[in-house]
């Protein structure tokens, strides 16, 4: 007997092992923590991102198990129209309709065919809004100087934490966070009378560090910050800066950056409460920092079909260097990439269509380190034919056309990958000043090296594969050469011997497909003089081999890199 609510409970309680399963990893994260154990964070981090997929088939099966073969012909539709009901029901006073929502398309959109996508069947628009709201206030405490005192508030926070291991010295910390404090906020929120805390109860945790998030609120408004808290070998923890930049705090919240791994009942709430913190992030990328990624990219496509019905705007292809793997297009007033993967590649790439996928998936998957933007990978993606431009099309239809599938008005995309837009650096190279060409060029080198830090040799480490951010960082974006550091095999050039050997040059010795000379970095990546003497004289270990070996041992040897994503200025070490 197929029941419709039968149907929508199996799909329910599908989400709700899920979710049981994502927050019963998510808190391993503060013993992993407590005793300095980056191997197991680093390992929850990665194995969490498979476990949406792993649930959405297993709640298929549950179905096909109950009810047969699951078919969605002329006699069916009522059924599943009326299991959306129910569900949609069912999710009134649920904590997390959204992510439930979500899980139901996916286990809908897996098993039946692209015609059905609308919201008789599925959630394309959420119904969060018809629901009363979840308050922000279920995911924060607040706290109130006044009464004890700014230094005791501090003291009494950290306390909540609960963080089971000991600070070398709190009090040294409170007096440099409080110093701080008084430095970057306004004069409304010198006089513990007049402000009140908001702090996020759980930490979000990252790497090596823990993250303490919230929000002074006064008469001048809101102030938010951040707390970082690291280990300090095996001492003891410490605060390590205070920091109250949207713009930094944005950065930490990056979408090149590992998720957070942070408990909470409702992430609408925690969301919401972020959001109020960094305005300029889209709910979209918050979910995704905070380990939704599956929420991210539902939230996303609601963006983009938002966008689409606002704008006159046409897809175009993304302006550079045309890859020879991907075709890459955008939309001018939103500020993404689609790729596509091409059905041929250009001659020096002797590999095929899964070494692309497997390489996405592998930096998906990996820290990025603030380094490799994150990509949302979706499959039959709908797009209106009248919004893609003629030139677009006609490249679409030339590289990448066993991707396609034409539908009436609309163009079907079977394979796609989605991902911030940057200005390439090549480009921006192009137009930019000496001051500026200096600040990207050490943050090519310094994006290198934090890639092989966490192990990742990029490959073709050519300029037109980096990002300038907004915020003129530099964020690597083409994965289809990535392996992993420890697999390369780093050389020293071979001196010629004598002038016939040195004649012979490069033909007088063999190179196997891992060998790397680091001494020749720069002739690959540009032949641009200036470009070649900064990266020479700012990062001048990138050219030598011992470094590159010596990153290989430190990661054989388990050595786990701290890498900073706050400004260096901004840590209270410096004071001590
Ligand atoms: N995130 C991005 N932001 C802005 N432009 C981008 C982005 N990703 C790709 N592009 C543009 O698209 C071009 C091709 O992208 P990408 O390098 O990923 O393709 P590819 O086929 O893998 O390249 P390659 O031939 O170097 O392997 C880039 O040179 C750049 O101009």
Redesign the pocket.
């Known amino acids: 007997m197929r029941s419709a609510r039968k149907i929508a409970h199996t799909i329910l309680n599908g989400y709700k092992k899920h979710y049981q399963l994502f927050q019963h990893i998510t808190a391993t994260a503060p013993q992993a923590f407590a005793h300095a154990d980056w191997q197991a964070i680093q390992s929850a981090t990665t194995d969490r991102i498979s476990y949406y997929d792993i649930r959405v088939n297993e709640t298929i099966d549950t179905l096909k198990a109950q009810l047969g073969e699951l078919t969605l012909t002329a006699s069916e539709p009522l059924l599943w129209q009326n299991t959306r009901k129910i569900y949609h029901d069912l999710l009134l006073f649920h904590p997390q309709p959204e992510l439930a929502e979500s899980f139901y398309n996916s286990v809908f959109c897996r098993l039946f065919h692209r015609s059905y996508f609308n919201n008789d069947y599925i959630f394309v628009k959420t119904t969060l809004c018809e629901q009363p709201t979840i308050p922000c206030a279920s995911e924060y405490q607040s706290y109130f100087p006044v009464v004890d005192g700014l230094k005791q508030t501090i003291r009494d926070i950290i306390a909540h934490f609960n963080f089971d291991v000991p600070f070398v010295n709190l009090e040294r910390d409170i007096r440099l966070l409080v110093k701080a404090f008084l430095k970057q906020a306004p004069s409304t929120h010198h006089y513990a009378h007049q402000m009140r805390f908001d702090i996020l109860k759980k930490p979000f945790y990252r790497n090596k560090a823990a993250y303490l998030i919230g929000r002074v609120v006064s008469k001048s408004g809101i102030q938010p910050f951040i707390v970082p808290v690291l280990h300090h070998y095996n001492h003891g923890l410490y605060l390590d800066a205070l920091i109250t930049q949207s713009s930094q705090m944005r950065v930490i919240f990056g979408f090149a950056r590992a998720y957070f791994m942070v408990e909470t009942a409702s992430p609408s709430a925690l969301v919401h409460f972020l959001n109020e913190l960094m305005p300029n992030k889209t709910p979209a990328e918050l979910y995704s920092a905070i380990g939704f990624h599956k929420q991210a990219k539902t939230q996303f496509y609601r963006e983009l079909l938002n966008q689409l019905s606002q704008t006159d705007q046409q897809f175009i292809p ?9 075709t ?1 297009f ?1 939309l001018p007033t939103f500020p993404y ?1 689609f ?1 596509v993967i ?1 059905d041929k590649f ?1 001659s020096g ?1 002797p590999f095929g269509r899964q070494t692309v996928l497997d390489r996405y998936q592998l930096v998906k998957r990996h820290d990025k380190v603030g380094r490799m ?1 994150d990509t949302i990978e979706y499959s039959n993606v709908a797009l209106p034919l009248d919004k893609i431009s003629p030139e677009l099309l006609s490249e679409l239809k030339e590289t990448v056309a066993s991707s396609l599938e034409f539908d009436g008005d609309l163009l079907i995309i079977k394979h796609l990958y989605i ?6 650096l090549n ?1 921006y190279l192009e137009q930019a000043n000496e001051a500026q060409t200096r600040i990207v060029i050490d943050e090519y080198g310094q994006a290198l090296k934090e890639m092989i830090a966490v192990n990742i040799f990029p490959g ?1 480490m ?1 300029l ?2 980096f ?1 300038v951010t907004s915020h003129q960082r530099v964020i690597f ?2 994965y ?2 990535v392996q992993y550091l420890t697999d390369m095999n780093f050389r020293a050039l071979p001196q010629p011997s004598n002038y016939d050997d040195y004649l012979m040059a490069e033909s007088s010795y063999s190179v196997a497909p891992q060998d790397v000379f680091p001494e020749q970095l720069t002739t690959f990546v540009t032949t641009n003089d200036t470009v070649r003497t900064l990266l020479k004289t700012l990062h001048p270990e990138l050219m030598d081999v011992k470094y590159w070996q010596q990153a290989q041992q430190n990661i054989k040897a388990k050595k786990i890199a701290n890498i900073c994503p706050y400004p260096k200025h901004l840590r209270f070490k410096n004071d001590w």
Do not use: F, I, Q, S
């Not at 993304?318 to 991907?326: D, L, P, R, S, Y």
């Not at 991902?419 to 390439?424: N, V």
């Open positions: 993304a302006a550079g260097t045309k890859g020879m793997v991907m890459v955008t990439v790729k091409k250009g790439k933007a991902e911030r837009r940057m200005t390439p480009l073709d050519l037109k594969n990002g974006y083409d289809d050469e």
